[in-house]
Antibody, heavy 120, light 107 residues
Framework: QVQLQQWGAGLLKPSETLSLTCVVS????????WTWIRQPPGKGLEWIGE???????KSNPSLKSRVNISVDTSKNQVSLKLSSVTAADTAVYYC??????????????WGQGTLVTVSS | DIQMTQSPSSLSASVGDRVTITCRAS??????LNWYQQKPGKAPKLLIF???SLPSGIPSRFSGSGSGTDFTLNISSLQPEHFATYFC?????????FGQGTKLEIK
């Protein structure tokens, strides 16, 4: 049973870089893609990007120039960096397992979420 | 990007009711449609994938249907634990996008 535990700084100032890490346990790190999704307070969900154990992946074009997703296979960890943050980046950030059931991609399971607030 | 539109945005219902939530895609996505349930302060949980398939452990009172651009989530005989927010999500093409959510509240 895959489990994800995430952590990172919860309060940032505008222009700083958001940095979050997600550690995977209980499953094969190389078997899945790992994805980041965010949710502004009281709002909907936005897919940020994904990566596999080889470091191959893609990100949302709306954030692409500011997003860096990386993996450390020695630690079964996935990291998210988002540069030049503004108040609009205030959200709960989730890491999630991106896996295929047949040809259908699903996000399951998810980490517990980390609230990141950007405020001066 | 593929836009996902859910209706209604909120819904009041009673325990025992049957409810239907609708999700419409801005272009055809086949059956590449997932539904998630989210409770306050918690991460979303996968409810239905491939428009109508239930993951292991999800009770059969949840059902999904549709293909192309129009999809529905049905919950038969609402229980107290079903009052939550429900999101649809397309996995047809990245960037993968979600509906804005439907908040199901107790009447």
């Amino acid at each position: 049973q895959v489990q994800l535990q995430q952590w990172g700084a919860g309060l940032l100032k505008p222009s700083e870089t958001l940095s979050l890490t997600c550690v995977v346990s209980g499953g094969s790190f190389s078997a899945y893609y790992w994805t980041w999704i965010r949710q502004p307070p009281g709002k909907g969900l936005e897919w940020i990007g994904e990566i596999n154990h080889r470091g191959s992946g893609k990100s949302n074009p709306s954030l692409k120039s500011r997003v860096n997703i990386s993996v450390d296979t020695s630690k079964n960890q996935v990291s998210l960096k988002l540069s030049s943050v503004t108040a609009a980046d205030t959200a709960v950030y989730y890491c999630a397992t991106a896996q295929f059931s047949g040809s259908y991609l699903v996000f399951d399971p998810w980490g517990q979420g980390t609230l990141v607030t950007v405020s001066s | 990007d593929i836009q996902m539109t859910q209706s209604p945005s909120s819904l009041s219902a009673s325990v025992g009711d049957r409810v239907t939530i609708t999700c419409r895609a801005s272009q055809s996505i086949g059956s590449y449609l997932n539904w998630y349930q989210q409770k306050p302060g918690k991460a979303p949980k996968l409810l239905i994938f491939a428009a109508s398939s239930l993951p292991s452990g999800i009770p059969s009172r949840f059902s999904g249907s549709g293909s192309g651009t129009d999809f529905t989530l049905n919950i038969s005989s609402l229980q107290p634990e079903h009052f939550a927010t429900y999101f649809c999500q397309q996995s047809f093409r990245s960037p993968y996008t979600f509906g804005q959510g439907t908040k199901l509240e107790i009447k």
